[in-house]
Nanobody, 126 residues
Framework: EVQLMESGGGLVQAGGSLRLSCAASGFTFDDYAIGWFRQAPGKEQEGISCISSTDGSTYYVDSVKGRFTMSRDNAKNTVYLQMNSLKPEDTAVYYC???????????????????WGQGTQVTVSS
């Protein structure tokens, strides 16, 4: 059974940090790019970062660039999102998703992804 399980969310004050994890099972993790997405109440889903399946190349949208860092540990079938300098506008449910691809380029378009986790809530208080 294919499964993506996010963890690490919670409540943090502005300026604080959280590290999200996305644990994968049921598929060949090395063959998949992983993306992180978020959805705030009343807003559309936003792709915020991704990491390729090939060389670990990463991409970040401007709103998180310089604050968030994505990494993957293929031995543990896990991807991480280190979030620093958190802002109240980062409050959202965060999802990871997997896309089978061998491209060095990774996508932040949700429609490109094959599997999704159930999400973890991140709340940043001001």
């Amino acid at each position: 059974e294919v499964q993506l399980m996010e963890s690490g969310g919670g409540l943090v004050q502005a300026g604080g940090s959280l590290r999200l994890s996305c644990a994968a099972s049921g598929f060949t993790f090395d063959d998949y790019a992983i993306g992180w997405f978020r959805q705030a109440p009343g807003k559309e889903q936003e792709g915020i970062s991704c990491i390729s399946s090939t060389d670990g190349s990463t991409y970040y949208v401007d709103s998180v660039k310089g604050r968030f860092t994505m990494s993957r540990d293929n031995a543990k079938n896990t991807v991480y999102l280190q979030m620093n300098s958190l802002k109240p506008e980062d409050t959202a449910v965060y999802y990871c998703a997997a896309r089978k691809t061998y491209e060095r380029y990774c996508s932040t378009y949700g429609s490109d992804y094959d599997f999704w986790g159930q999400g973890t809530q991140v709340t940043v208080s001001s």
